[in-house]
């Protein structure tokens, strides 16, 4: 029973050491794989001994990483944390992004793990995300970070030239911002460059680096305004409403006319000029109908056409500024940048 438990906790012990979560899954050297197994079964004497024997070996850079690994593994098992740390830092140097999963790794190898972390100077975790941005203006991102207070230089290097993004102190966590210019003054053509990050501190050196493709274009242009948001044009010309006043003079007038005509009928003139004068009257009658009913003239909206002239002013200024911000986009130039798998060296 102590012996099937003893085993799990080996299988989980070697879960970082291969992407198959097994010391030997990816491994291209046999001596590397015996070593493995060797672990697996719990004989950590014979893996560390085949370890160290697959480390002098002509091995892939990520094999080596891993010989180291399980060296620091095998050593840690063993208790020898000062071995352990000495392995471990061998396998950050080659794989500086390499950490170990606290919930599925002994104690003793995390921390053992931790010492080397803290006690080599590496470059982590070099991050450059795609983007797009316009040279000058805007900035590509960097992020990385240092094991160690160090002296932080961190270069552009390319086809037409060359930049110093950054040189100062730094430790842990670091950011910095290209603003897509070389040392010249303009900004790159299209090809492969390299951001290079270099750490020194007293002896000890690192340096890693990240290529990029970087494509220059022409930056888009704003289009001409036909109208402002929000402000549309209103109508310079009104149609008043129907009035009736032309039919209550009618009525007035044919009032009039029959109240004349009545009061010649009672005189003593006569009524002679009756018929003519309500023939008047109703003909007055008739002109005020037709003009109440006939669809008014149109006249100038002042109101409006003044309205509308501050807005065509307002629209004339903005495309004026368009043209002008048009000209400077004509002089601009927009860099696409696409990272590739970063590399790193120990100097």
């Known amino acids: 029973m102590i012996r099937i438990a003893t085993l799990a906790l080996a299988v989980a012990l070697s879960i970082p050491l291969g992407a198959a979560g097994s010391p030997v899954a990816a491994q291209g050297s046999a001596t590397l794989r015996r070593a493995g197994q060797a672990y697996g079964n719990l004989s950590y004497s014979e893996a560390v001994t085949l370890a160290r024997q697959a480390s002098r070996e002509r091995l892939s850079s990520d094999d080596q990483a891993q ?3 399980l060296l620091g593994f095998a050593y840690a098992s063993l208790d020898s944390t000062r071995l352990a740390t000495e392995a471990f830092k061998q396998t950050l140097l080659l794989n500086p992004d390499r950490a170990l999963d606290a919930a599925k790794v002994s104690p003793k190898i995390t921390s053992a793990f931790a010492l080397a972390l803290a006690q080599v ?4 975790d070099l991050r450059i995300d795609s983007t797009e941005f316009v040279a000058g203006t805007g900035t590509l991102p960097i992020r990385f970070s240092v094991t160690r207070t160090a002296k932080l230089r961190t270069r552009l290097i390319g086809p037409s030239g060359e930049v110093t993004i950054d040189s100062a102190l730094g430790e842990g966590a670091v950011r910095l911002a290209w603003n897509g210019l070389l040392s010249n003054g303009l900004p790159p053509v299209r090809g492969t460059y390299r951001v290079i990050v270099e750490a020194s501190a007293g002896r000890d050196s690192y340096a890693a680096s990240i290529p990029l493709l970087i494509v220059a274009g022409a930056v888009d242009t704003l289009p001409h305004l036909t109208s402002l948001p929000g402000y549309d044009l209103l109508p310079e010309t009104v ?4 009035s009736w006043k032309p039919v209550g003079l009618a009525l007035m007038a044919t009032s009039l006319a029959v109240g004349g005509s009545l009061a010649l009928e009672n005189s003593k003139l006569g009524g002679g000029g009756r018929r ?14 037709f003009a109440t009913l006939k669809k008014p003239a149109a006249v100038p909206a002042q109101a409006n056409i003044l309205y509308n002239s501050l807005v065509r002013e307002q629209l004339a200024r903005r495309n004026t500024e368009i043209a002008g911000q048009n000209a400077e986009r004509r002089r601009q130039v927009k860099l696409a940048v696409v990272p590739q798998p970063r590399s790193g060296r120990k100097s």
């Open 67 to 69: 010989a180291y690994e």
């Open 121 to 124: 100077l590496v470059l982590r």
């Open 276 to 289: 003519e004068i309500l023939t008047i009257g109703a003909g007055a009658a008739l002109v005020g109908l």
């Open 239 to 242: 149609v008043p409403p129907r």
